[in-house]
């Protein structure tokens, strides 16, 4: 693959030494180190206009949406210092956290801006993501392996734990990992934990779906669906089928006949409705029973969180996570749930920072993705975010998800060229 400027180079290595880096502990350090310099050079590109190198000029104005995210995310640094100051963290404790914004909340603007401003094409990101996934399938045997001859879980934890971050995890090295309920391995490969790298793999396959040389889609393809089983995550299974073939179907929107099938089968609906909802009530009794110990910490968590939230900080929230009880095996109250982490949190205000960005991206993917086959990488990609947010923490995940980010910035500046050539 041919990078034409600097900032192309930078996002294709950074990709395709997705592997070294997480040998050495590094990846928790590269997306925000390359969100701040990338996103500084947009604006100083922005700002120079003609006066900047040829090769770096920025594409355009910055589109609507990167702005809205842009205030989103500045709205949230809002609440989080009105949460600090309402519980007496201290300042100390206001700088830590300020500096994890800038670590996560922060990227989910940066990286849009970049994508949409700096002369990044989408084809480099789509190659990037299947280079990561023939490196994945190369170690694939060895991790696959590991647990049936020996080998340790984690490997080691790198010194770069020193900059500062959520847990070790972020810093570690890891073959693979046991499942504390059954005792059974699971694979996370990159990422900090099996689920998340269940959703990486989603991502993957969407990347690769748009790879024109077939070894390089199928490897992408191969990789994703692999992370996806291995990492034994339902959200993944949901997701590979939802957000693949979700975007596909948008284009039917537009389609008389489609609309009249649909009325069909809301008829028939009608008519089966008793036994139809007997049997999702069924499907989501056997999802959840999959892992029920997961699904019942999860759920008293965000019940947990729900009700503090109610009770003692509907506004601005409670500035940071909490230590969780023994019935929650101590996970931190505001974890494992964006949207109520974010009420116990950073209360309705930091709700709304998200959501309303969030929703307007997606309506906006949505639109596309009905009338152009580009839409379709960045509503599978929102449709992923948004599933993820379901299980997962954001802001804390964002360092991983920076090539998708990317993307919905260049997704952004591409509609914004062809209105423009209107």
Not at 33 to 53: C, D, E, F, M, N
Not at 190 to 216: H, I, N, T
Not at 304 to 333: C, K, L, S
Request: charged content about 15%; proline content about 6%.
């Amino acid at each position: 693959m041919i990078t034409n400027n600097p900032a192309e180079r930078m996002i294709y290595k950074a990709m395709i030494f997705t592997w070294p880096l997480y040998a050495v502990g590094a990846l928790y350090v590269v997306g925000p180190v390359l969100a701040w310099i990338l996103g500084g050079l947009a604006a100083l590109s922005l700002y120079l206009g003609p006066a900047i190198r040829e090769d770096l000029r920025a594409t355009g104005r910055v589109p609507v949406l990167v702005w809205v995210w842009f205030i989103g995310m500045a709205v949230m640094l809002v609440a989080l210092w009105v949460g600090h100051m309402d519980w007496g963290l201290g300042t100390k404790q206001t700088i830590k956290s300020s500096i994890g914004w800038a670590k996560g909340w922060a990227l989910l603007a940066l990286f849009p801006l970049i994508g949409a401003v700096l002369p990044i094409r989408r084809e480099v990101l789509v190659r990037g993501q299947c280079m990561i996934g023939m490196g994945t399938l190369i170690l694939a045997p060895l991790m696959l392996i590991a647990p049936y001859i020996g080998l340790p879980e984690r490997i080691f934890v790198s010194p770069l734990k020193a900059v500062g971050g959520p847990g070790p995890e972020y810093f570690s090295v890891y073959l693979f990992t046991f499942d504390p309920a059954s005792w059974t391995p699971r694979w996370q490969f990159y990422a900090p934990w099996s689920p998340f790298a269940a959703l990486l793999g989603v991502v993957m396959v969407l990347f690769a779906l748009e790879e024109k040389d077939r070894k390089f889609m199928l490897a992408g393809i191969a990789a994703g669906i692999l992370m996806i089983l291995a990492s034994k995550s339902r959200m993944g299974l949901v997701g590979l089928v939802a957000c693949t073939i979700g975007p596909r179907m948008m284009p039917l929107l537009l389609k008389t006949w489609a609309w009249h099938v649909t009325a069909s089968v809301a008829a028939s609906a009608a008519v089966l409705g008793t036994a139809a909802i007997t049997l999702a009530n069924d499907a989501v009794s056997t999802f959840k029973g999959a892992r029920a110990d997961s699904t019942r910490v999860r759920e008293t968590l965000q019940r947990i969180a729900w009700e503090r939230w109610q009770n003692e900080a509907v506004w601005f929230g409670h500035g940071t996570v909490h230590p969780g009880p023994h019935v929650v095996e101590y996970m931190p109250i505001g974890s494992h749930h964006t949207w109520y982490g974010l009420l116990f949190v950073k209360g309705l205000v930091g709700f709304g920072a998200l959501l309303v960005p969030m929703v307007w991206h997606t309506l906006f993917a949505m639109a596309d993705a009905a009338r152009h086959p580009r839409g379709r990488l960045p509503m599978g990609i929102l449709m992923t975010i948004v599933l993820l947010s379901f299980g997962e923490n954001l802001e804390i995940e964002a360092y991983m998800l920076w090539p998708a980010l990317v993307l919905l910035g260049v997704h952004l500046r591409e509609v914004a060229d062809d209105q423009q050539d209107s």
